[in-house]
C-alpha cells in the first residue's frame, strides 16, 4: 500500500518570501502524485498533478514541483508568497495502474503573514 | 468543466434523526464517487467508493449501516446519515471521477463540502 508524509504541520512565512512545502511517498509501485489546496470551510481544488513526463511540474496560482524519484519526493514550491496563499495544502499519491484510490497526507497550513 | 457540488453546504440537525447530503457532478459522467469525512485541522479519511448502479465499498471501520450511500445515476450521489449522534459531526466531502476521461492521473473533483452538526 502506499503512503504520503508531510512532515510540517504548518509553515509560517512572511508575505513575498519563498516557500517549500514537503511531500515524501512511500510505494512499491509507480504512482501519480498530486497537491490540493483547501481553504476554510471549502473543499479540495488541484493545484498540481505528475503523472509522468518532465519532472518539474506548474501549477495554478505560481506553484510548482518537482517530483524526484530516487528520494521519492514532491515538494510543493512558490518563489514569492501572498497573504491570499494561507490555506491547507495536502500531498496525495494514486497508483497509476488501473482506477485506484487516493491517499492522503495529513496536510500543512501555510500561514502568510505581512 | 469538471464541477461538483454538494447539498446542503452545512446543516443542524438534532440526535437520533438522519440527514442526507446530495452529491452531484455538474457537467460530466461520474461513473465513480466517494465520500471522504475531515475532522478538524486533519487530513481526509475515505469513507467509502460508489460506482453508478451498484453496492458501495465501504473503508475499514466505516458503519455501512449508518452511513447509507446510495449512487444511482451518473451525476448523482447521496449519503444518508441514520440516527446521527454528536460525534458523527464533521465535514463530509465528495469526489468525483469523470467516467470518460480514462483511467490516465486517475483525477478526482471535490465538492465543496458539507458541514454537519448534530446537536
Known amino acids: 500500500a502506499q503512503s504520503v508524509t508531510q512532515l510540517d504541520s504548518q509553515v509560517p512565512v512572511f508575505e513575498e518570501a519563498p516557500v517549500e512545502l514537503r511531500c515524501n511517498y512511500s510505494?512499491?509501485?509507480?504512482?501519480?502524485l498530486f497537491w490540493y489546496v483547501q481553504y476554510p470551510n471549502q473543499g479540495l481544488q488541484l493545484l498540481l498533478k505528475?503523472?509522468?513526463?518532465?519532472?518539474l511540474v506548474k501549477g495554478i496560482n505560481g506553484f510548482e514541483a518537482e517530483f524526484n524519484k530516487s528520494q521519492t519526493s514532491f515538494h510543493l514550491r512558490k518563489p514569492s508568497v501572498h497573504i491570499s496563499d494561507t490555506a491547507e495544502y495536502f500531498c496525495?499519491?494514486?497508483?497509476?495502474?488501473?482506477?485506484?484510490?487516493?491517499?492522503f497526507g495529513k496536510g500543512t497550513m501555510l500561514l502568510v503573514s505581512p | 468543466g469538471a464541477v461538483v457540488s454538494q447539498h446542503p453546504s452545512w446543516v443542524i440537525c438534532k440526535s437520533g434523526t438522519s440527514v442526507k447530503i446530495e452529491c452531484r457532478s455538474l457537467?460530466?459522467?461520474?461513473?465513480?464517487m466517494f465520500w471522504y469525512r475531515q475532522f478538524p485541522k486533519q487530513s481526509l479519511m475515505l469513507m467509502a467508493t460508489?460506482?453508478?448502479?451498484?453496492?458501495?465499498?465501504?473503508e475499514q471501520g466505516v458503519e455501512k449501516d449508518k452511513f447509507l450511500i446510495n449512487h444511482a445515476s451518473l451525476t448523482l450521489s447521496t449519503l444518508t446519515v441514520t440516527s446521527a449522534h454528536p460525534e458523527d459531526s464533521s465535514f463530509y466531502i465528495c469526489?468525483?471521477?469523470?467516467?470518460?476521461?480514462?483511467?490516465?492521473?486517475?483525477?478526482?473533483?471535490f465538492g465543496p463540502g458539507t458541514r454537519l452538526t448534530v446537536t
Open positions: 469526489s468525483a471521477r469523470d467516467g470518460t476521461s480514462g483511467i490516465v492521473g486517475n483525477e478526482q473533483y
Open positions: 510505494s512499491s509501485v509507480s504512482v501519480y
Open positions: 505528475y503523472l509522468s513526463g518532465s519532472t
Open positions: 496525495a499519491v494514486t497508483l497509476n495502474s488501473g482506477y485506484s484510490t487516493l491517499t
Open positions: 457537467d460530466f459522467q461520474a461513473t465513480t
Open positions: 460508489s460506482n453508478e448502479g451498484s453496492k458501495a465499498t465501504y
